[in-house]
């Protein structure tokens, strides 16, 4: 494998300077796969190249190469012990290479002439072998949006025979001015990306790594996402994991990321509430993860308590609710308007649901999502809660159902993506609502990791079904910014069981429902079984000054428990000298205008 780096600064040999590899040298660094050797065909005051020669051991290569993880993550090695195009064309082995040889470049750092490191250069850039899956469109799509001119050359799969077409191999040549930094960052992180392979298994240390080569210029590139996916070998929990990360890093908002409702939830957000008040279907069928049984399927299992909630990443997933309900039933000025699909389910009872059976109508007990409603509802009635936060609030669920109690006279959604928080916009019709109603409930943008002063003084937070959605070397932050730092009186936190999981499953053929180890959600990072949560639970209400109860959540089983799992903490010191941080995690604090992180 082969790369050059030229400049035409002035004077050219600044190069050396900034590479940290002397001009009049030839040097030889070893990697696991081969040997690497920095050489300079070109080196004067006019113009400086500097080359990266990759020379692949093909036997070290394959040698050691187990099926499984590794064959997994990366499907060009299946046949690689008989033909592989490795040794040649500019891959991961290529970009680790990079990496290795030129890791202080690739820092900004140039120890004796540390203002060039600052300072941009006309740069140029050749690759004669890259394979590029996607073609020439896809080069200079990833590319060009980085500021560089662009020129490729396809590469015929053999010269001989022209009938055969091209094959996936271009020669890129790239010219630009810019950071030499930002240029080997780029090139570390592109190089893999455009051959969508690694030459080894891909772990969630990737994540570090792909975030701190993409520092400054991938938060702000138009393809971030399909980025991300190659570059983490299209492993949808890792990408998730990144793409989360990207809103809180110093140069990304986390307005500009909102994965957390899919592109086309918004049009359907509304249709699902509108098909749950006239035909029994619940939103938990228009957006059930893969493996799920629909709620409304079959019956029998509807009526058991068992179908899977709807799970959106950091939001109160599942839970019915369909807009705000007049606060007296009757007024004619709190109806008006309201959607006559809330108005005419404000006098249904919360524990049943009603299903059209034709000539007349039937009842069947309330699926897990209302049981789940139901459930956080009587703990903030319990505790006496009138202003209340509802975490991670998504699109609007809980918050259309606490709109329904006057008792709850202050409201307030938060949630990670700004596309979530105007699907609920648009869900609970604020727009419609009267003054009174609108003054109830506030929508804002935040992430649970930050603390954030306009969180504290509420009587009760909810966190339903968001936890499991959060990386759990990062609970802590989330732990410190509701506990330690919002400190309501009460916080109603609910997760999965994972021992339920099993009842998902059916043993007969053809049953629906999750395979064995799977999540209810593709968007889970954990889910945890009763003894779990109770430690981890009970170890953040003593370090934040809390006690805490414990309720299941749906029918009971009596080997595997309920299907949700719920705590209620309760505040039991007031005063904040003695609260602890959080332990070893950063946690960046939201202004009160909610403009940005502060450290």
């Not at 400086?48 to 064959?71: Q, S």
């Not at 996936?168 to 990306?193: C, E, F, I, K, W």
Request: hydrophobic letters at 40%; proline letters at 7%.
């Amino acid at each position: 494998m082969f790369l050059t780096i030229a400049t035409t600064h002035q004077p050219a040999t600044d190069l050396g300077f900034l590479l940290h590899k002397h001009p009049g040298k030839a040097q030889r660094f070893s990697t696991t796969y081969g040997e690497a050797h920095v050489f300079y065909p070109e080196a004067d005051d006019a113009r400086c190249t500097a080359a990266l020669l990759l020379d692949v051991d093909p036997i070290a290569l394959t040698r050691g190469v187990k099926r499984g993880k590794g064959a997994k993550g990366s499907p060009d090695l299946a046949l690689a012990q008989y033909v592989n195009d490795r040794p040649y064309a500019a891959s991961s082995l290529l970009a680790v290479a990079l990496g290795t040889v030129f890791r202080t470049a690739m820092q900004g750092r140039c120890d004796a002439r540390p203002e060039l490191a600052a300072m941009p250069m006309p740069l140029e850039i050749e690759v004669p072998a890259l394979p590029a899956r996607g073609g020439e469109e896809m080069v200079r799509r990833l590319f060009e949006p980085l500021g560089w001119q662009v020129r490729i050359e396809s590469i015929p799969l053999d010269p001989r025979f022209p009938a055969w077409g091209e094959s996936r191999y271009v020669r890129l040549a790239l010219s630009g001015t810019m950071l030499l930094a930002d240029a080997l960052r780029q090139l570390y992180v592109l190089l893999p990306v455009l051959d969508n392979a690694k030459h080894y298994w891909v772990a969630p240390d990737e994540v570090d790594k792909l975030l701190r080569a993409g520092e400054g210029w991938l938060s702000g590139h138009p393809e971030r996402d399909l980025i991300a996916s190659r570059y983490l070998a299209r492993r949808p929990t890792l990408t998730r994991s990144a793409m989360e990360r990207l809103a809180e890093i110093d140069d990304t908002t986390p307005e500009n990321l909102d994965n957390a409702i899919p592109d086309d939830a918004g049009e359907d957000a509304e249709a699902a509430v509108d098909a749950e008040a006239g035909a029994g279907v619940t939103p938990a069928d228009a957006g059930a993860p893969a493996g799920a049984m629909p709620a409304s399927a079959v019956g029998v299992r509807a009526a058991e308590g068992v179908a899977p909630a709807r799970a959106v990443e950091g939001v109160a997933a599942g839970l019915a609710t369909e807009g705000p309900a007049p606060e007296t039933e009757g007024s004619a000025s709190e109806t008006e308007g309201a959607a006559p699909a809330a108005a005419a389910l404000a006098a249904v009872p919360a524990t049943a649901e009603v299903v059209d059976a034709g000539a007349g109508t039937t009842e069947r007990p309330p699926t897990l999502a209302r049981q789940r409603r139901d459930a956080i509802l009587t703990a903030l009635r319990a505790a006496g809660a009138e202003r209340v936060l509802d975490l991670g609030c998504g699109d609007g669920k809980l918050i259309g159902a606490l709109l329904r109690e006057p008792r709850f006279r202050e409201i307030v959604g938060v949630d990670v993506s700004t596309r979530a928080l105007t699907i609920a916009e648009r869900k609970l019709k604020l727009a419609r609502m009267s003054e009174r109603q609108r003054d109830r409930v506030r929508l804002i943008q935040g992430a649970l990791t930050y603390t954030d002063k306009r969180l504290a003084g509420y009587d009760a937070a909810v966190l339903c079904e968001v936890i499991e959605h959060l990386d759990e070397p990062r609970l802590p932050a989330m732990e410190y910014a509701v506990l330690g730092s919002a400190r309501p009186a009460t916080v109603v936190v609910t997760t999965p069981n994972v021992e339920y999981n099993v009842r998902y499953a059916p043993e007969e053929a053809g049953g629906e429902g999750l395979a064995a180890g799977a999540m209810r959600h593709g968007d889970h990072r954990f889910e945890w079984d009763r003894a779990t949560f109770r430690a981890w639970a009970e170890r953040a209400a003593d370090r934040y000054g809390y006690a805490t109860r414990f309720e299941p959540v749906g029918e009971v089983d009596p080997e595997v428990g309920p299907s949700t799992q719920m705590v209620v903490f309760t505040r039991t010191e007031t005063d904040l000298a003695g609260i602890p941080h959080a332990p070893d995690t950063p946690t960046p604090t939201i202004d009160n205008e909610g403009t940005g992180a502060t450290a």
